[in-house]
Structure formats: structure tokens, C-alpha cells
């Protein structure tokens, strides 16, 4: 008889890990309070970001803090209670930021990332979506030399060490990619494997038609309960109850609060983003996915219109729309590339799912047999949900992983 499993959660981590389950021969139900990819995977920059092997790491330069302590920069904005109540992971977030720290998570967290273009593209082509997905890369933006040429020293370490590719631009080969920016750039970084997808949402969603055809079920219901029942777990939604012999939690960043009521404690944070959509407004309609770095916001061409994101607001999962990082974006984004209406009635907001060290927790629950854990991704979540998928059910069948899993169990804490 085929193993079940319940996935909780239709993001892009969720749906992936359903998708490599039922290959691996599972009876696999996903549940999900909304349709496939509605929340935070739905609202992203739509970067599968091959390069992206460094994590953001709390900024902890002097010049960086007293730049963003009046909270009116760009790139990140804070609101002070909710900062107060995220202390103890944001300290834990510090604290791994440091010089030392961070030069070990790195190879950790880079031997998920390079995993990500060819994990996707299973999916991809066994979901037919290739009409999302651009294959030319992504531009990173600067504006003053001394930026530039420290982006080109990492960016050839991370070539010589993760293999990452990209052409370094100065300001003239810039503009001629993209004729339409207005402002003196002092070059840019051309990240050439990064694949970019003109609406996140449909690829999760056409991912969850693939699991719907391999002979998933999909279940739009709320999660209310989740109990252990002897050796299966009984999940409780508001429309039927599913006793089945493993779970995967899969909640992005509603994961922590599910998990506290089986007694695991993860310091996961939300960072806040939002996005808009303009009209094009130039004769020369942006090609290429353009993130101003040293300001801190992305221009994407998405099928809805040039889709503005933003950096991060430290701000409580719930908490109401600010549009004041948003539209201080806009401000700078207008000056840099003839952006035309807002086509969005208002903007969408999502949390980006992050943990202290910036690693994504991937692996078993301790002590609590059949309950496993795929949470936590951060920046990339959209980048290394396939990944994710593919190495959890290796460890669910008890395989040899293609990666050591230590570095992402949920007790290093
Ligand atoms: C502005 C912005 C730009 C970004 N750009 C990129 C990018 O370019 N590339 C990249 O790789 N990543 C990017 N990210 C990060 C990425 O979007 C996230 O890491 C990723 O979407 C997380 O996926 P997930 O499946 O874990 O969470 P989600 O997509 O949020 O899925 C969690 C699911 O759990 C469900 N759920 C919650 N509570 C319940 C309940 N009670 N019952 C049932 N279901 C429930 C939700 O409805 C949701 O569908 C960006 C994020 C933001 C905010």
C-alpha cells in the first residue's frame, strides 16, 4: 500500500515537495487554506537565482546601521514594536552574521542553490511551463565605482568557488541592454544562469496541475488542528479531518506557529515585501530583470506589467499595509526607468520566511515520528523549493542524500 503523506501548505516549497513525493510512489493530499501559489510565492521578484550562494546577512557595519536607524531608506525599513517582539531571532540573526559565522554558511546554503536550475527544470518540463521562463539572466545595478568593483571581487570568488557565471558591464554596455535607463550607472553585473519567470504565481500553479496529474489531491482548506493519533497524525481542517501515517509542514512563514503547538520552538522571523505593477511606459520596453543594488528594489517585466518589488520590512506577519517603503522605491525607480501608471489597486504584501542563520530548516522532526519540516527559506524560497523537495524525499525513504543535511536540521538551535 502506498505511503501517505499530507503536505500543509501550496507554495512553491510545499507544492514541490508534493511533486518529488508522488514520483517517489506516495499517496500525497496538499492542503491549503488558498489556491496553489496565492501567498508569498505568488508575489516574488520570479528569480530562480542560481548566483544567489551568499544569504543576506544582517547589516552590521556602522555605516549601513546609521543609514537605516532613521527608517526612511529604501532597502529596508522597520517597524520599532514589532522589532521588539522578534528580539530574540533577530539577535540570533546578528549573531550570525558575524565575519566568521557567515563564511560558514555559506558553502551550506550555496550547495542548495546550486541545485536550483536543474531541479526547476524537471519540473518545468514535466508541467509544460516553459512559455514562463526567460533564460537570459538578470542585471544587478550600481551606481558608484567603489560598489561595482567590490560586486565584481565577490562575484569572481563565488565564480571560482560555486561556479557561479556573469560578465561584468560597465555604464555604455549597460545602456545598451537597456536603452531605457535614465540615470549614469557606473556598470552592472550580468548574472547569466539565473532563469526568470513572468508570473511566479502560474508556475506554482502549473507545478500543482503536474501533482494534480501524477494523482495528488489538492485541498483548499484551512489547517485547524494537528494531533498525533498513536503512530499517524490526524490533520484537522475546516472541512475534513485526514488521519495519515506522515506530514510535511510546509507553511512558509505561518510554519512556527503550527509547529509550538507540537512543541518545537523555531526562531522564524518574517521580512516584509510588497510589490506594484506599472504600465510600460517607454519606447523600449524593459527585457531584462534590473535590481538597483545599492538602493534596494527590482524592476521585473512581468505579464502583468513591470512589477516594482522591495527590499525588507521587519514588520509582524499581520501586520497592515505601510506604503511608505513602497512608494519611496517608486520614487527612485521613476528617476531611473520611464515607469508609467500603477496598475494594482493596492499593493500586495508578503513575508519572506527567514531563519537566524539564513539556512532553510529541511529534515525530520526530532521525536516526533512522521511529522517533517520544509520551512524557512527566506529570500530564495522560490529559487529552492524543487531542491528541497527532491532532498526531503530522500530522507523520508531513508536514502543517501545528494547533500550532507546536517547543516539544515531544525535542533541546531
Ligand atoms: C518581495 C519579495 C521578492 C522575492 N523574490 C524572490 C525571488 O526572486 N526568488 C526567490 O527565490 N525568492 C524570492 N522571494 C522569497 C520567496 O517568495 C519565498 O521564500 C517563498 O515564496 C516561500 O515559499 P513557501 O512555499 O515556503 O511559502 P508560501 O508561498 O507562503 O506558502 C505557504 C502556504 O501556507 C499556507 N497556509 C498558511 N496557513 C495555513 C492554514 N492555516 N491552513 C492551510 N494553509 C495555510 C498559505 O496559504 C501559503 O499558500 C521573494 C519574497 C518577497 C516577499
Known amino acids: 500500500m502506498a505511503k501517505q503523506v499530507v503536505v500543509l501548505g501550496a507554495g512553491m516549497v510545499g507544492v514541490s515537495v508534493a511533486w518529488h513525493l508522488l514520483n517517489r510512489g506516495y499517496d500525497v493530499t496538499v492542503v491549503d487554506r488558498v489556491p496553489p ?3 508569498t ?3 516574488n521578484a520570479g528569480i530562480i537565482q542560481r548566483e544567489a550562494v551568499r544569504p543576506y546577512a544582517f547589516p552590521r557595519d556602522l555605516a549601513t546601521l546609521l543609514r537605516v536607524l532613521p527608517n526612511r531608506s529604501v532597502d529596508i525599513r522597520y517597524r520599532p514594536t514589532s ?10 540573526y546578528w549573531h550570525h552574521s558575524s565575519e566568521s559565522k557567515y563564511k560558514k554558511l555559506v558553502p551550506e546554503y ?16 514535466s508541467a509544460n511551463a516553459e512559455s514562463l521562463i526567460h533564460k537570459e539572466g538578470y542585471l544587478k545595478l550600481f551606481r558608484t565605482q567603489k560598489a561595482f568593483d567590490e560586486e565584481c571581487t565577490r ?6 568557488n560555486y561556479g557561479v557565471e556573469y560578465e561584468a558591464l560597465d555604464g555604455e554596455r549597460v545602456v545598451a541592454m537597456v536603452p531605457s535607463l535614465t540615470v549614469p550607472l557606473a556598470g552592472a553585473i550580468h548574472w547569466k544562469q539565473p532563469w526568470t519567470v513572468t508570473d511566479p504565481g502560474a508556475l506554482v500553479e502549473a507545478y500543482a496541475a503536474d501533482v494534480k496529474r501524477k494523482g495528488g489531491a489538492i485541498k483548499h482548506s484551512s489547517l485547524t488542528g494537528l494531533k498525533r493519533q498513536g503512530r499517524r497524525w490526524l490533520v484537522e481542517t475546516n472541512t475534513d479531518v485526514f488521519s495519515t501515517d506522515q506530514v ?3 507553511m512558509g512563514p505561518w510554519s512556527a506557529h503550527w509547529l509550538r503547538q507540537q512543541r518545537i520552538d523555531v526562531p522564524l522571523f518574517a521580512k516584509r515585501g510588497y510589490h506594484m505593477h506599472y504600465a510600460n511606459n ?9 535590481m538597483d543594488a545599492e538602493v534596494g528594489y527590482l524592476l521585473a517585466p512581468m505579464r502583468s506589467g513591470v512589477r516594482l518589488t522591495t527590499g525588507a520590512e521587519l514588520t509582524a506577519l499581520d501586520a497592515p499595509t505601510d506604503e511608505r517603503q513602497l512608494d519611496a522605491a517608486e520614487n527612485v525607480a521613476r528617476s531611473l526607468y520611464p515607469l508609467g501608471n500603477r496598475l494594482d489597486a493596492s499593493p500586495w504584501k508578503g513575508g519572506r520566511p527567514c531563519m537566524p542563520d539564513m539556512k532553510p530548516v529541511i529534515g525530520p522532526a526530532p521525536d516526533q515520528e512522521g511529522l ?10 522560490f529559487t529552492l523549493g524543487p531542491v528541497t523537495g527532491k532532498l526531503l524525499g530522500q530522507m523520508m525513504d531513508g536514502e543517501p542524500t545528494d547533500v550532507d543535511m546536517q547543516p539544515y536540521r531544525v535542533n541546531r538551535f
Not at 522589532?83 to 540570533?92: D, G
Not at 562575484?155 to 571560482?160: F, I, K, L, R, Y
Not at 517533517?372 to 524560497?381: E, I, R, S, Y
Open 110 to 125: 550555496a550547495a542548495l542553490i546550486m541545485q536550483s536550475l536543474e531541479t526547476h527544470d524537471e519540473m518545468i518540463t
Open 41 to 43: 510565492s505568488f508575489g
Open 37 to 39: 501559489g496565492q501567498e
Open 155 to 160: 562575484a569572481a570568488s563565488d565564480n571560482a
Open 372 to 381: 517533517w519540516l520544509a520551512f524557512g527559506h527566506g529570500h530564495q524560497g
Open 248 to 250: 510535511v509542514m510546509a
Open 282 to 290: 517607454s519606447n523600449s520596453p524593459l527585457k531584462y530583470w534590473v
Open 83 to 92: 522589532v521588539i517582539r522578534a528580539a530574540h531571532p533577530l539577535l540570533q
